[in-house]
């Protein structure tokens, strides 16, 4: 019997008795040895209710049923034959119906922009145009005069002033809710 001590000695602290220690590269070159080697005789390598008898392997069945018809499958496969089996239809067999037009959504055509005014289009002009003309000096690399500065500066402020000014408050359904409240 053992004495208390060896079990302690044993045991770690997890309980688990220790185990030796796996050699992987003797475990692999056994798997590496076996890898072509046939089954030992009278040992198979499916549970005896999938064993085929060798004349069904090999393709011998009466009227040789495995080559005339692709349908017909043996029922255990053999390690050195490979079984095609017809695909009949798949994903890409797949075609649209080109009739049907369920669900289709066409948007209606938008509704024209409001014509702008001319003070409108001045206010884009100066505000886009006025920038550019800064940018077209530095660009060209042209010494900057004193009045392109004043034009560029100050049609971008002008021209953004007047648009910000001439935004409406709110579209002219607003005008007729003094309240402001939810609309249901």
């Keep these: 019997m ?3 001590e ?3 000695r044993r045991m770690p602290e997890g309980g688990e008795p220790e185990r030796a220690p796996l050699d992987e590269e003797s475990a692999w070159a056994e798997l590496v040895a076996a890898y072509e080697k046939d089954p030992e005789p009278g040992t198979g390598s499916w ?3 999938e064993d085929v008898p060798a004349a069904e392997r090999d393709g011998e069945r009466e009227g ?3 080559a005339a018809d692709p349908s017909a499958v043996p029922s255990a496969p053999d390690a050195t034959r490979i079984i095609l089996h017809p695909v009949l239809s798949g ?6 119906d080109e009739d ?4 289709h959504y066409e948007p209606p055509e938008p509704p024209p922009l409001p014509e702008a005014d001319v003070t ?3 206010a884009w002009l100066a505000a886009v145009g006025g920038p550019l003309l800064i940018f077209g000096f ?4 042209e010494p900057m005069p004193w009045w392109a500065l004043t034009v560029g500066i100050g049609g971008f402020l002008g021209g953004f002033a007047t648009l910000v000014t001439r935004m409406r408050p709110g579209g002219d359904e607003d005008d007729d809710l003094p309240g402001g409240g939810a609309v249901v």
Excluded: I
């Excluded at 994903?91 to 649209?96: A, Q, S």
């Excluded at 049907?100 to 669900?103: F, K, L, N, S, V």
């Design 138 to 141: 530095v660009l060209f690399q």
């Design 2 to 4: 053992a004495e208390p």
């Design 100 to 103: 049907a037009d369920e669900g």
């Design 120 to 122: 409108t289009k001045f």
């Design 64 to 66: 040789n049923e495995t």
């Design 6 to 8: 060896e079990e302690e």
């Design 91 to 96: 994903p890409r067999d797949y075609e649209l």
């Design 47 to 49: 549970p005896a209710a």
